[in-house]
């Protein structure tokens, strides 16, 4: 990489911050943006700070075309005490580079990657909210950008980071959903894209949340592309259930995607004492757990949401209904530890987070 | 719809057209392109022929995100007495509006938009290239474009055709092309996207090119993504295979991209009499047909290449050269016959073609 030093143009005309009761989920964006861009001459070059704004391309931009695009989701938290904290922001960039390599995208230096996070969140830091649930989501992606209609990789990219001020994800408290096993479409499949945060993926996705919608459920749960048989994803999050006081997700397969809140849920829950597998787990036997009432509690688990527990899974002509649809104590105990710690009201005995200094 | 009628605003400042001979794919564009926009509240508005030019889009735009593309290609050709024809546009229009449903794109108006695109070849009439094996490429897409970082179906589309002249596919006359038969990473499967032309399908597709052009072959051949057995596509093409007298293509199985250039040739085929099976083929299958000196042809079929002849097949450890590596007599006869019909050098006896009066 050429990095001829990061540079920093900040805007002229601030905008006015939204009112922090009325925040929604990516509508708004702060002052500021990161761009670098990617040519086969230059590598990545000419890392910068700027007015957030529009990107002009041409029509041909292979972006329109052949979906070679990553992206990643994190976020950043203001403290009680005013810090400014950011939760293990180097697994989303390794895994945006693990991304990358699925789609043939070159490798974003990481180090340099966070190094440009924090600064732009220095720069932007105002508009980190305070009030009870709310965070700054940050949304690193990158995009192909050579004009060209041949369907091969691109030579040139830009990799850019945008950031949301975004209200509380519960904003009645934590609801428990429910939840369509999904037997006809597929998200993923083993040599296929299921774990890289590539916008086909998602896309692909939307036909079957829209018929489990129509059904009056709030997700859908994805299984493997094989045999139909096994659990993968629920949504766009990762799954656990809790059978006879063991926690079970599935395992990495190659077609689930590696969540930093499913690694951190493991490593919260080992430390506390308590069984994990990671394995796979069929659909007959989470219904086999659920009717000799061993299957305690089920929940999603993402960087939006945190932890989303599940009340009702519809599957066949089957509906199991989850610890009365409640929210389980350990979900709840889960839920409370890992945004307590990443809100700093709680020890952080992992060093999982980044402080933004000033 | 609410169409407002179609406006034209004429390039003021024409560009100078490239030297047919040096013409290459899609780099170089016409001096026009037709946008048109989708809202909830209006549906698809304001259909426009303008002045080829930039899009200019927020870095929040669904499209960079979430992979919400679909796309089409199809050809204009000019025949020797100078009329310009369209090869069977009504089939790449519907196969659009099948890729936006799987997509969560609404649908296009269908003959709106094949009126709006003889339109657009009528302004850029001078463009379509005479040469032999030179035509007119025709990239008709459609983007997300709402500015929501929610991983939801946008409300907010645009849909476009771009037009790029094209050198012919075969600079150094007809070369049957090595393949390898992939049998790690997976194009598509059943429940997926595999049978919508979107971006998704053509990024997640370039790891395994790349792992083949290293091993020194032309292109892929795609296996089933459920037991790595059954052949699918080869390259972004569909195949054929000529095996003791016999015509075989894989069925449309919900993966597989249902080709126009598959179609005609189908209905040519049997037009002529030869047996033709759409069935499912395994490698195994047509391992065994090689050994015992039964696989006669081999062929991809497309748009860009029309008929692109196979040399030879790598699968596992076999090495299996078709016809001494030479095109075979009857794809000779396809592609001859076919690319007759869409340059009006041959009669059109199932009124494929479409004419662009003046």
Not at 40 to 43: A, Y
Not at 189 to 192: A, L, M, S, T, Y
Not at 304 to 313: D, F, K, M, R, T
Not at 330 to 336: C, G, N, R, V, W
């Given at each position: 990489?050429?990095?001829?030093?990061?540079?920093?143009?900040?805007?002229?005309?601030?905008?006015?911050?939204?009112?922090p009761?009325?925040?929604?989920?990516?509508k708004?964006?702060?002052?500021?943006m990161?761009?670098?861009?990617?040519t086969?001459?230059?590598?990545w070059h000419?890392?910068r700070?700027?007015?957030?704004?529009?990107?002009?391309?041409?029509?041909?931009?292979?972006?329109?075309?052949?979906?070679?695009?990553?992206f990643?989701?994190?976020?950043?938290?203001?403290?009680?005490?005013?810090?400014?904290?950011l939760?293990?922001?180097e697994?989303n960039i390794?895994?945006?580079?693990?991304?990358?390599?699925r789609i043939?995208?070159?490798?974003?230096p990481?180090?340099?990657?966070?190094?440009?996070?924090?600064?732009?969140?220095?720069?932007?830091r105002?508009?980190?909210?305070?009030?009870?649930?709310?965070?700054?989501?940050?949304?690193?992606?990158?995009?192909?950008?050579?004009?060209?209609?041949?369907?091969?990789?691109?030579?040139?990219?830009?990799?850019?980071?945008?950031?949301?001020?975004?209200?509380?994800?519960?904003?009645e408290?934590?609801?428990?959903?429910?939840?369509?096993?999904?037997?006809?479409?597929?998200?993923a499949?083993?040599?296929?894209t299921?774990?890289?945060?590539?916008g086909?993926?998602?896309?692909a996705?939307?036909?079957?949340q829209?018929?489990?919608?129509?059904k009056?459920?709030?997700?859908?749960?994805?299984?493997?592309?094989?045999?139909?048989?096994?659990?993968?994803?629920?949504?766009?999050?990762?799954?656990?259930?809790?059978?006879?006081?063991?926690?079970v997700?599935?395992?990495?397969?190659?077609?689930?995607l590696?969540?930093?809140?499913?690694?951190?849920?493991?490593?919260?829950?080992?430390?506390w004492?308590?069984?994990?597998?990671?394995?796979?787990?069929?659909?007959?036997?989470?219904?086999?757990?659920?009717e000799?009432?061993?299957?305690?509690?089920?929940?999603?688990?993402?960087?939006?949401?945190?932890?989303?527990?599940?009340?009702?899974?519809?599957?066949?002509?089957?509906?199991?209904?989850?610890n009365?649809?409640?929210?389980?104590e350990?979900?709840?105990?889960?839920?409370?530890t890992?945004?307590?710690?990443?809100?700093?009201?709680?020890?952080?005995?992992f060093?999982?987070?980044?402080?933004?200094?000033?």
């Open positions: 990489m050429i990095d001829t030093g990061l540079r920093i143009e900040r805007s002229s005309n601030p905008k006015q911050k939204p009112d009761e009325q925040l929604s989920f990516g708004v964006f702060t002052d500021h990161f761009v670098m861009d990617y086969e001459e230059k590598g000419d890392p700070i700027v007015p957030y704004g529009s990107i002009t391309l041409d029509p041909a931009a292979m972006v329109f075309h052949y979906g070679q695009t990553v990643e989701g994190l976020k950043a938290y203001r403290t009680n005490d005013d810090r400014i904290l939760f293990r922001p697994k390794q895994r945006l580079n693990r991304s990358c390599h043939s995208i070159p490798q974003i990481e180090e340099a990657a966070i190094d440009y996070l924090v600064k732009l969140l220095q720069v932007d105002d508009w980190v909210p305070s009030a009870e649930g709310t965070s700054l989501y940050i949304r690193p992606f990158v995009f192909a950008n050579e004009i060209n209609l041949s369907a091969v990789p691109s030579t040139e990219y830009t990799f850019m980071i945008i950031l949301s001020p975004v209200g509380s994800y519960y904003k408290g934590i609801q428990p959903v429910n939840i369509y096993v999904e037997d006809e479409f597929t998200r499949v083993r040599g296929g299921g774990t890289a945060k590539t086909g993926n998602y896309s996705s939307y036909i079957a829209e018929k489990a919608a129509e009056g459920y709030a997700q859908v749960m994805w299984l493997d592309g094989i045999e139909k048989k096994y659990i993968e994803e629920v949504g766009s999050m990762n799954v656990f259930f809790k059978i006879d006081g063991e926690i997700t599935p395992i990495l397969n190659g077609s689930i590696e969540g930093v809140t499913r690694m951190s849920i493991i490593e919260l829950l080992r430390d004492g308590y069984p994990v597998a990671e394995r796979k787990i069929s659909m007959e036997e989470l219904f086999a757990a659920y000799k009432g061993k299957l305690e509690e089920a929940f999603g688990t993402g960087t939006a949401a945190v932890v989303s527990p599940i009340g009702q899974l519809n599957w066949k002509e089957h509906q199991m209904v989850i009365d649809k409640r929210i389980g350990l979900s709840k105990k889960l839920y409370d890992l945004t307590g710690i990443q809100r700093g009201q709680l020890p952080d005995p060093n999982w987070n980044r402080e933004v200094n000033e």
